[in-house]
């Protein structure tokens, strides 16, 4: 596709239940990120893939968080047994290259917003 | 630890120039991006600095000085669209992107 996408764009979710957010990248972009972002704040990293390859995952705040990227393309944010600390929105974004090989420009995506009653 | 600064919020008046400022301490760097985001819609790229000096884009100009880890955002000729938040982030030495948490700015007749 043109850009970044991603869905739900909105989910609401009882506290425990488990929440799966895809993000589609721009077709050929070699790294993605997810990010959690509060209201009025700026995004907190999660995690980083390189390919299919997850470089950094310290952002994950428990290990109730897990995100995958299997075929090097189209990722899953993974959120078990949701809290309601677990409600922001979740932003992915790709680049098209490695960071260190270029700018390191983001594209993102417009966002999952997780509401968990 | 790592750190990104900058105003919570600004007022400007239509027409008018403003100026976000952006202070950063942080394990290495390797460029200071702006980004811009409107209310519920994803940040769109604005400027990259990574050498000294002061990039022009049309009515967006981005200023950076490494020695002092200081960044500035400058807009000119506001218009009602420019109201949005503006997003500093630094590339540390492992190329991850800090963010800053925003300033939003609200421009007025």
């Known amino acids: 596709g043109a850009g970044v996408s991603q869905s739900p764009r909105y989910k609401v979710a009882k506290r425990g239940q488990d929440v799966a957010l895809r993000c589609d990248p721009i077709?050929?972009?070699?790294?993605l990120f997810w990010y959690q972002q509060a209201l009025g704040q700026g995004p907190e990293f999660l995690t980083y893939f390189q390919n299919e390859a997850q470089l950094d995952k310290s952002g994950l705040p428990s290990d109730r968080f897990f995100a995958e990227r299997p075929e090097g393309s189209v990722s899953t944010l993974k959120i078990q047994r949701t809290q309601q600390e677990d409600s922001a929105v979740y932003l992915c974004?790709?680049?098209?290259?490695?960071?260190?090989?270029?700018?390191?420009?983001?594209?993102f995506g417009e966002g999952s917003r997780l509401t968990v009653l | 630890g790592q750190n990104i600064d900058q105003p919570t919020e600004m007022t400007a008046t239509e027409g008018a120039i403003v100026q976000i400022n952006c202070t950063y301490q942080t394990s290495g760097f390797n460029g200071l991006f702006w980004y811009q985001q409107h209310a519920g819609e994803a940040p769109t790229f604005l400027s990259y600095?990574?050498l000294d000096g002061l990039e022009e884009k049309g009515r967006f100009s981005s200023f950076l000085s490494r020695s002092k880890g200081y960044s500035y955002l400058l807009l000119k000729e506001l218009q009602m669209k420019d109201s949005a938040s503006y997003l500093c982030?630094?590339?540390?030495?492992?190329?991850?992107?800090?963010w800053g948490a925003g300033t939003k700015l609200i421009i007025k007749p």
């Open positions: 077709s050929g972009h070699v790294s």
């Open positions: 982030a630094v590339m540390d030495s492992n190329y991850q992107l800090i």
């Open positions: 974004a790709s680049s098209l290259g490695d960071l260190a090989g270029g700018t390191g420009e983001l594209f």
């Open positions: 600095n990574v």
